[in-house]
Every structure is written in C-alpha cells, then in structure tokens.
C-alpha cells in the first residue's frame, strides 16, 4: 500500500512517536523497579559498586523489591505457563497457515477437553487410581482431553467452517465467534457453571531440584511434557508424509489438489493436530492452574493468539517460540517495569501487557519474530 | 435415473441426527428447566415443546431427504426416524440413575426424567406416552412435509406462531391491556384477553384460533403474490403508492414511536431503551464495518469512554470515590464533551492502526477493548475513575426542567439519538465521504488511485464511529446512574457487531432489524437468561451458514455474497446453449 507521501510522514512520525514511547517507558520502569532497593542519600556509582561487588548478590537491595529467588520462580512460571500457550497457539498457527482464518473458537476446544478431562481425574482421584499409578492416569486423563477437543474442534470445521471456505473473510470469523459462545454455553449447560478444582497428584507435590534449582514438579511435568509435544508436532508436519500433505495445501490449495492431495482430509486433520494440542494444554493448565470452568478458554485463546502472531503466525516453531516469550514477559513483567513504574497491584494489569503486545506486533511488526510477511497477501 | 427404493440409510442418519439433538437438548437442560412455562395453558410446556418441534423437524427432513414424493415412503420415514430419534432419549432416561450421570452431566436430573416421563410412577410407564408423542409428531412433520408448497408453507407459519406467542404470551397480554386501557376501554380488552390468555401462556382455544388466523392470512399473503406477479408479467404499469396514503404511513408511525411507552409498560420500554442504544451504536459501527469495511471488535472502547466521561463530569459523589472533584456539569453540557471525548480516542486509537486490514485489524481492535477495560477495573486508576467499584450518582437529564428518570421517560431521548443517528448516517452514505468509504471498502488500492485520501478517509469513519459509540455510552451512564468497569466487556463490541451483520452489513433498516433481534428479543426472554449466549451463537453460526447477508441486506451486500450463484445460473443457459 503506497501514501500519500506528506501525509506518511505525520503517520510515520506518529507511529515513531508510540515506539519510543513504549520502549522508554519499559526501560525506565525496569531501572526504576530494580534500583528501588538503592538506599537514601547513596550515589549512584555506589549503588553499582555496593551491588556487582557485593557477595550476596541478589539480595533484596539489588533486586528491586523481590529477591533473584522471586525472579527466578517468576521466569519459571513464565516457562510453564508459556509452554501451554504454546501448545494453544500451535492451532491457531495451523488453522491459520492452512486456512487464512483466524479460529476464534480455538480457546473453546481447549476449555472442552481440560473441563472434560476434569470429570476422568476427579474419578481416578477418588478411587484412589491416580496415587497407585500416576503415570497410567495422567496419560489417560490427557488422552480424553485430546480426544474431546479433537472431536470438537472436528465438528467444528465440519458444521461451521467448510461450507464457508469460499465465503467473503467476515463470514467465517462471526462463524467462529458464533461458535465460541455456542461451545461456551453448550458446556456450561452440560457439565454447570461452577468451577472445578482438579485435583492434586501425589507424586507432583513439592519440588524437584533441577541443575540445583528447585523447582515446583508441576511446573517442571508441564513444561517437559508442552515441549515433548511440540518437538513431535513439529517432527509430524516436518517428516510425515500428512505433515507434508499439510505444508502442501498452505503453500497453495488448488496446487495440492492437483498433485492428489485430499484437501478435505488434510484441512480436518490439521485441526484435529490443533486440537489435540489444545486438548493436552488443557490439562496441564489444569495441572498448573488447577481451576477449570466453562470460560476458560477465553482468555488463554486471547493470549495463545498472540503468542502465535508474536512468533508470526502460520509459523510453528515461531508459534512456539512466542508462547514461551509471552509466558515470561507477563509473569516478569509486572513486577519488573510496572511496579517499577508505581503502578499499584501490577499484577492486576499482567492481561495489559499482553494485548499491548499483541497490538504493539500486530501494528510494527506483524510478521512476528520469525514469519514472513503474511499479512500483506492475505490479510 | 436410480431406482426409487426406500432410502432406510438415511432414514437412519437423519433419525439419529434427530436423537442426538434430543439428548444435547435434554443434558444442555432446555427441556428440565421450562416445565412451568406453558405455551399452551396445562397442554403443553415449553420443555416439551422442544422434544415436539425437534421430532417434528427431524420428521419433515427425512420425508424430504427420503419420500420421493410418495406417501407410503414419507409415513414410514417419520415413524421411523421418531422412533430412532426418541430411543436415543429413552436410552438417556433408562440409565441416568444406574450411571449416575448428574455426577458430570448436572441436568441429567430426576427433574428431566419426570419432564419426559410426564411426572408417571414408575417414570418406565412414561415412556410410551412419550415414544406415542414422539412418532406421531414426527409423522406429522413428514405428512407437513407431503403438503402442497403454499399449504405447507402456511401450516409452517400458523405453527411458528403459535409457539412464538405462546412463548412470549406474558407480554403480549400486557401490552395488548395497555393498548385498550388507552383507549379507554378495560370490559373489552378482558373478554379479548380471556379468549387468548390463560394464567400462563395461551389459551386451547387462543392457539387454535392463532393457528387458523396465520394460516389464513399467509395464504392470502401467497394468493396476493401470485396475482401482482401475474400482473407484473402481463406488462401492467406498476401502482404508485398515492401521496395521501404515504402521509398516512407516517403520521401512523409517528404517533406509535409517542405512544409506545404508554403501550409498553415499564418493563417493554426499559427493553426498547436497550434496544436503542444498542441501535445508535449500531449505526456507529455500521459506518466503520459496513461502510468502510474496517472490522473493529473493540468498539466497546469508545462507549466507555463516553460513559466514563459523563460519568466523571456530572457524578456528584465524585470527591467520596475518587481524588477528582465534582464538577456539577448538567448531562447537556457534559454531552457535547463526551462525544469529543470519544471521538478524540477514535482518532488516537484509529492512527496506529491505519495500516492495517482485516482480521489483524479485528485483533488489534479487539485489544485496545480489552486494554481499556481492564484499566478501568485495575487498582491503578481507581484514584481517577472508581476502579471496581465504579461511579456512582450520574445526573439525569432534564428538559425543560423535567427530569428524565424512568425508562418511559428516557425513551424519548434515546429514540431521538438514534434517529438523529439514523438520519445523519443515511446522509452520510450518500454523500461524498460516504462513497470515499465504499471505494475504500470494495479496494484501497483502487480508492487511492482515484485520489481518495485513505487517512482522511479512515479516520474519518473510525472518528464517526466513536462518535455514535460515545454518544450511546453517555446516554448508557445518565439512564443508569452509574457505571462499572464489568458492563464495558467484549461482549458488547460483538453484540453490535452481530446485530448489524444479522441485520445485513452497511443496511440501515438493518441495524434496526439486528437490533431487535439480537438485543430485544434475548432481554424478552428473561427466563432463558441461562441459555441466552447459547441461543445467540447458534443463532449467528445459522445465520452466517444460511443467510449471510442478513434480514434486511443493502444492495452491494447481496450482490457480494450472492455472486457465486447467480455467476452459475447465468453460465448454466449458455452452457445449454452451446
């Protein structure tokens, strides 16, 4: 899209205007966060001497209010929590790299296999299955959530989505918010409104020490298993031969037609990887969370669909790359630039900071960290 | 040609389909949670009016689907396809108590059994009756189905009457007592209401004679088409509707727009307050997607914003809440801010985002609601602007030294905005911004080259937006009285913009149409409040799938999405031709 140059110049200088605004304003709160632990009346220069020469580094003067412990939990929860928008946001990668559209319902398929899977745990959970034999249960308990969601989000495609595939780019995304609020209130009528509290596994209480870091077990089960499951996503759409059946038809439909490829099956198969996905993340946010209830695919959606575009969207290993970073961004940030900033009760404004990510990538660089640009083509 | 067998596969499908519904309806909890709503007074409940109507359907497809116009094959496919459907349901109703299934599935209650079972002991002596009602409803719907088309059509009628009255049977004898009590006369509106209306619901005789009537009158409505088309066809000179009768039409409406709050009632006017404002932003949002084509889903923005800003201008309890002071302005001086405001953040919200299209715009717009509600929720501003506990003691508006204070009263108001909203985007459409943003809309590339500025152009549309939005949210705040933080979700941004895609995008009538359908009718239906968004989304999935230019579609709309189709039907003559 070519402007009018004069009047480029002012919009130019305008969006200039917000990126330097939005970078001072995370420097300036980092430092100020950081450094809020200097002692009155001590120069600066002390400061820093006081705090790279001192041996107890990362004592509470040097940290800012919290301790380099608290930093650490806080990064490590970031991993967890970002290891499960990741699995979310790889379906709406591969939605999106397939289809152009944006599966607004995504978040749905995830709450329907976590809040599904709830009623298998809770049963194992009282009958005592799940303390004599963690590792069958969980597996079970993962793969009922996987199932749910996949035949969801199936379903979705079947009744919803394919008779719009050729309709103007509107219809299909009121389509899918339509769904979202069908399947909201679809499981709410089902299973009640109340929320559900999943419950605890024996062999996932305290922490594991890790390179001499301990760390809660949920957080590490959650993290390893989110990866697992993207190193064999990722080898799926790299090695298979339907992995590469789907890389052929995002490439270009019509062509893929001709070389032989059921784009029918094809498109259904890729949302039933999503959603499998979905599904898994469910129940490690169950794990890690413990809460499940019939909105709670809102708001990870939200953020998963950031996590997605951040890492450029159609991209996996991006999808996963941009789950991660959002993950730590909104656990660290808080604490680190908004309090910082003298914002009261930061972590109140952790869901800002990811829709002003979210929006600040879409508006100055909506490839995401490493897509090329598709928003020029198909947006 | 395939031999005209008896196609029992589908028979089949379509059966199960039908009992898959049932059970979703039964553990969804629409059938055990309408047992007291009658629409037919101690015939028949709303719950087991589901069970019909879903029978009955499922009963007409599969004698469509299967009968082949042939009378034996379409009263074997609706038996047939009840039977299946209904022994999926009595499945359900046998083993809820041995599996326990209210343990995960919480309306598969005693209570949904005795629906089904007629309240009979043992419930398994209520399971014939039910299976009787099933088949024969179905069976129906498959000889509905073998009806002539016109009958058919008018049978369909008097039956979505029937039920859509009785559903809503409450109000419309409200509304027709008031009418009378107008008029100023009580004996007659209580015989005529006694005819209709029992104590809930209608009465036998009201639903026989309200089947008969729409039968009749869509019937004629059908002969009536027959005789202009033919007219048509034989070349006679079209009727112009004489001036005297177009003047007529308009004193008529005129004085029905004054009246209505009298005839309403204070509950109906509180719902049409609604459905106005929802109309004024309506039409707003209607400029920035259905005109310009820029999707925006954070349109709930603007109206907090102009609710907030009417709310911290003319709230008098602003010193107890919050570190600002009183500033004691009347609602009509803080309006004209308001709007300002509202469209200031229009443009400062529409600058980043100039460059971009489509869904990313939806997203990033989807953002910015969302940033603004959780600020105003956050302890962060709470010193400014109430926090969660939002802001209480808004002033009301006063014309001509009466205050505006109840719903009948504020109606006015509001229905004076959207017309002015009505009136300025109808203006707006037709003059040369209005096609700058249709250019815009159809290509920017090809908009530009005709030396539109796409800027001006943009902003322009998200500026007007805002300032509709603005305007509904400071008339939002001065009828409530205050404001919090939770009634500025998402869900009103897609609310506005379902109702003027359900309407039809970029029609004006349209966004009237939406708004009645998507705002009145879920707030008619207090009692389903719980299945409200459910109805909703399937409402706008339906809608998207069957009917994707909306009720009242505009013209380029159509012409749009009905491309497709009309492009095969005229290459089907020449392909005969050659």
């Given at each position: ?6 009047n ?43 705090c ?20 650490r ?32 319902a ?25 303390d ?13 959530s ?27 995304l ?70 590469k059946?789907?890389?052929a ?83 660290v ?47 | ?14 059966g ?34 589901f ?8 009963g ?38 041995p ?45 509905v ?31 027709v ?42 019937a ?16 006679a ?13 308009w ?10 709050p ?70 009509w ?16 919200l ?6 971009m ?15 603004i ?32 204070v ?155 999405l009905?491309?497709f ?14």
């Amino acid at each position: 899209m070519r402007l009018n140059l004069k009047n480029l110049s002012i919009v130019d200088s305008l969006l200039w205007l917000i990126r330097v605004v939005v970078i001072v304003l995370v420097l300036w709160g980092s430092i100020a966060g950081l450094t809020s632990g200097r002692v009155d009346g001590e120069g600066w220069g002390q400061f820093f001497v006081r705090c790279t020469t001192s041996t107890d580094v990362g004592t509470i003067q040097c940290m800012g209010k919290y301790s380099a412990e608290t930093w650490r939990d806080f990064f490590i929860f970031g991993l967890a929590q970002g290891g499960i928008y990741a699995l979310i946001a790889l379906g709406y990668t591969l939605v999106y790299g397939v289809l152009f559209m944006i599966n607004f319902a995504h978040g749905e398929v995830f709450m329907s296999g976590a809040f599904t899977a709830y009623f298998v745990a809770a049963s194992f959970s009282d009958s005592g299955f799940m303390d004599q034999n963690p590792v069958l249960a969980l597996g079970v308990v993962m793969l009922v959530s996987m199932v749910t969601s996949t035949i969801v989000a199936v379903l979705l495609e079947r009744i919803a989505y394919r008779p719009l595939r050729r309709a103007p780019r509107l219809v299909p995304l009121i389509t899918a918010i339509g769904a979202s609020y069908f399947l909201q209130y679809t499981f709410r009528g089902l299973y009640g409104s109340g929320k559900k509290v999943y419950p605890d596994v024996a062999i996932l209480t305290g922490k594991w020490m890790v390179f001499g870091i301990p760390i809660l077990k949920t957080q590490v089960v959650v993290f390893v298993a989110a990866v697992i499951l993207m190193v064999g996503l990722y080898y799926f759409v790299q090695k298979t031969k339907t992995g590469k059946a789907m890389r052929a038809v995002a490439e270009d439909k019509d062509v893929a037609m001709l070389m032989g490829i059921d784009v029918d099956r094809v498109i259904v198969i890729t949302f039933a990887t999503g959603a499998a996905m979905a599904g898994a993340a469910g129940v490690l946010y169950g794990l890690l969370f413990k809460q499940v209830d019939f909105i709670m695919g809102f708001i990870p959606g939200i953020k998963a669909f950031t996590a997605a575009v951040l890492g450029g969207i159609g991209n996996i290993p991006g999808a996963m790359v941009g789950g991660l970073f959002l993950g730590i961004f909104e656990s660290v940030g808080p604490s680190l630039f908004l309090e910082g900033l003298g914002v009261p009760a930061a972590y109140q404004l952790k869901d800002v900071i990811a829709f002003t990510m979210l929006v600040l990538v879409l508006i100055f660089r909506p490839s995401g960290i490493m897509g090329q640009n598709l928003s020029d083509k198909k947006a | 040609m395939k031999a005209q067998t008896f196609d029992v596969k589908s028979v089949f499908k379509l059966g199960g389909l039908g009992g898959f519904t049932l059970l979703y309806l039964s553990l969804v909890g629409l059938v055990s949670n309408f047992v007291t709503r009658d629409v037919i007074s101690k015939t028949m409940s709303l719950s087991f009016a589901f069970v019909i109507i879903t029978t009955f359907l499922f009963g007409y497809l599969t004698a469509r689907r299967t009968s082949r116009r042939n009378w034996f094959y379409a009263v074997g496919g609706g038996v047939m396809s009840g039977a299946i459907g209904i022994a999926c349901l009595i499945i359900l109703v046998l083993l809820t108590a041995p599996l326990n299934l209210q343990a995960v599935f919480v309306n598969a209650s005693p209570a949904l059994i005795k629906v089904l079972t007629f309240g009979k002991e043992p419930f398994t002596a209520g399971l014939l009756p039910l299976t009787g009602w099933a088949v024969v409803s179905s069976l129906t719907g498959a000889m509905v189905y073998m009806l002539p088309p016109n009958i058919r059509r008018a049978v369909i009628a008097g039956v979505v009457a029937v039920i859509a009255i009785g559903t809503l049977a409450q109000l419309l004898s409200d509304v027709v007592e008031n009418i009378f009590a107008l008029l100023g006369n009580k004996r007659a509106s209580g015989a005529l209401l006694k005819i209709f209306f029992a104590k809930k619901g209608l009465s036998v005789s009201g639903a026989a004679i309200i089947f008969v009537l729409t039968i009749l009158v869509s019937a004629f409505s059908a002969w009536r088409k027959q005789i202009v088309a033919a007219k048509e066809q034989s070349g006679a000179a079209q009727t112009q509707t004489p001036k005297e009768i177009k003047i007529a039409v308009w004193i008529v409406s005129l004085l029905v727009i004054l009246l209505l709050p009298n005839i309403f009632g204070s509950y109906l006017s509180e719902i049409v307050v609604t459905v106005a404002i929802y109309t004024l932003m309506g039409f707003g949002l209607n400029i920035v997607v259905g005109f310009a084509g820029l999707l925006d889903l954070g349109y709930v923005a603007f109206f907090a914003i102009g609710a907030y800003t009417m709310a911290l201008l003319t709230s008098n309890q602003m010193g107890q809440t919050t570190e600002l002071v009183n500033t004691g302005l009347s609602f009509w001086a803080a309006l004209p801010i308001s709007i300002g405001v509202a469209v200031l953040w229009g443009i400062i919200l529409g600058v980043p985002v100039l460059r971009m299209r489509g869904d990313y715009l939806a997203i990033v717009t989807l953002g910015f609601g969302e940033i603004i509600r959780v600020l105003a929720l956050s302890n962060f501003l709470q010193p400014k602007i109430g926090g969660a506990q939002g802001i209480l003691g808004i002033a009301k508006p006063v014309v001509f030294g009466y205050e505006l204070v109840s719903s009948q009263q504020l109606y006015y108001l509001v229905v004076a905005a959207a017309l002015l909203a009505a009136y300025v985007s109808w203006r707006m459409r037709d003059s040369r911004a209005g096609r700058s943003w249709m250019a815009m809309r159809e290509d920017e590339d090809v908009a530009e080259a005709m030396g539109i500025n796409l800027i001006k152009t943009k902003l322009l549309a998200f500026a007007t937006g805002a300032a509709f939005s603005g305007f509904a949210g400071a008339i939002f705040a001065a009828k409530l009285g205050s404001i919090y933080p939770a009634s500025f979700n998402l869900l009103v941004s897609i609310n506005v913009l379902s109702l003027i895609i359900v309407g039809g995008i970029g029609s004006l009538p349209g966004v009237v149409i939406g708004a009645v359908a998507l705002v009145g009718l879920p707030e008619l239906l207090r009692e389903f409040s719980e299945f409200r968004m459910l109805i909703f989304g399937a409402l706008l999935v339906g809608m998207m799938l069957f009917k994707p230019e909306g009720f009242w579609p505009a013209a380029a709309q159509k012409r749009e999405l009905h491309e497709f189709e009309s492009e095969e039907v005229e290459a089907h003559p020449a392909s005969e031709a050659a």
